[in-house]
């Protein structure tokens, strides 16, 4: 039984209907919430992007009922936003950032513990309470606190952290590189996934329902169209590829430009599920992650997977369901593609085991160990 009473989760951003971002951060507290512990979110939203942007403002305080009848309660306090301005080291929109923090902490009553979503809200956490215990989620695919704040300010900061709780290997490694945190305070545990939402169903009657061709080999891409995740470079591959229809959800500057596509769009999140299980593969050509959701919620729906050779998929992706590439070799995608079309047999067995290993990644496990961590970690500040 944890002793872990009420946690106040300090974000980026918190999703609703009309914006569906930053999804992981509302499944962990939900999960969180359903273990019997009491979640308070902190998650400014910037005023400045609701007026330029036409993006919908929040209430400033509301909250969300869990699929277990669990209360969530949600501050979302305004604040400025200017582009790439900076005092002295020190980024404005951090500062600004914090003060919205700070703000709507004074309104959170009785937590026992600080938990920032990626260093920058850790930071925030730390200045706005300075003697609760603070723990910091790590899985930027970046870690760029050190560029946008004073030393100063984070080497007070840090020594309040009590835990970091790093989604891959390659996130602690850089903490620990970086000294953001001592290896003894971290932990890695990759994202986890909700089999509510992510689960094996009928290829057949997904297509049927999106009026997709059932004999198409059907390739699916899910992410931001942006450099960094390669929509663009998946395009390429798809050309060079041939005999290959494909589904692109997601929005951003650099879509795809290929025939075959069947979809090319944002999506709301429950929706995706079906889109996923009418495809074949899933391909994501990213550069950079921390852990990424979007191939754990396809290997949940039985998706062989084709993406990066690079470190930071090493504690999800296995060679039983993945062929690792060169995320910037459009010819090896292409090959990857290709023999994964031309070999029913070999896509059946990735299929079955990518769908077995995504029941390691389930969010209950992982909301379950983070409390464990956390209980285990926040009596050694002093």
């Known amino acids: 039984m944890s002793n872990l009473k009420h946690i106040c989760v300090v974000a980026q951003g918190y999703p609703t209907e009309k914006n569906p971002i930053f999804s992981f951060v509302d499944r962990l507290v939900c999960q969180i919430a359903d273990e019997g512990v009491k979640v ?58 914090e003060r919205a923090v700070r703000r709507a902490y004074r309104r959170v009553k009785g ?19 300075e003697k609760l215990p603070v723990f910091v ?7 760029s606190v050190l560029e946008t704040n004073r030393l100063e300010d984070i080497m007070h900061c840090l020594n309040r952290v009590n ?69 663009n470079r998946l395009g390429e591959a798809i050309k060079k590829a041939g005999g290959v229809q494909s589904i692109f959800i997601g929005s951003g500057d650099f879509p795809p430009e290929c025939e075959g596509i069947l979809f090319c769009d944002k999506l709301a999140h429950e929706k995706i599920v079906t889109y996923l299980n009418a495809a074949d593969v899933f391909v994501l050509p990213t550069r950079a992650e921390g852990c990424c959701n ?22 999800i992706l296995e060679e039983q369901y993945s062929i690792r590439v060169d995320s910037d070799d459009t010819d090896a995608i292409a090959a990857a593609i290709a023999a994964l079309r031309d070999n029913k047999a070999l896509r059946e067995r990735m299929s079955a085991a990518a769908a077995e290993r995504a029941n390691g990644f389930a969010i209950k496990t992982r909301a379950k160990k983070i409390i464990a961590f956390i209980d285990e970690k926040r009596g050694s500040y002093v």
């Open 163 to 231: 835990g970091v709780i790093c989604v891959s290997s390659e996130n602690m490694e850089d903490c620990v590189k970086m000294r953001l945190a001592p290896r003894e305070k971290c932990i890695v545990l990759p994202n986890g996934i909700d089999s509510d939402e992510f689960y094996v169903s009928s290829k057949a009657l997904a297509r049927k329902a999106l009026d997709f061709p059932q004999d198409a080999f059907i390739v699916a891409f899910l992410g931001a169209f942006n450099e960094r995740k390669g929509a």
């Open 294 to 315: 979007a191939i754990l919620e396809a290997m949940a729906c039985g998706l062989p997977i084709i993406s990066s050779n690079l470190c930071f998929n090493d504690d």
């Open 40 to 97: 308070s979110v902190i998650a400014p939203q910037s005023i400045t992007k609701c007026l330029l942007r036409g993006i919908a403002r929040n209430p400033s305080f509301w909250q969300k009922t869990t699929k277990c009848g669990n209360t969530i309660d949600i501050y979302q306090p305004y604040f400025a936003t200017f582009s790439n301005f900076k005092a002295g080291k020190a980024d404005v929109n951090n500062i600004l950032f």
């Open 111 to 129: 937590a026992d513990v600080l938990y920032g979503h990626f260093w920058e809200c850790g930071i925030a956490a730390a200045k706005a309470d």
């Open 137 to 143: 989620a790590c899985g930027e695919s970046k870690i």
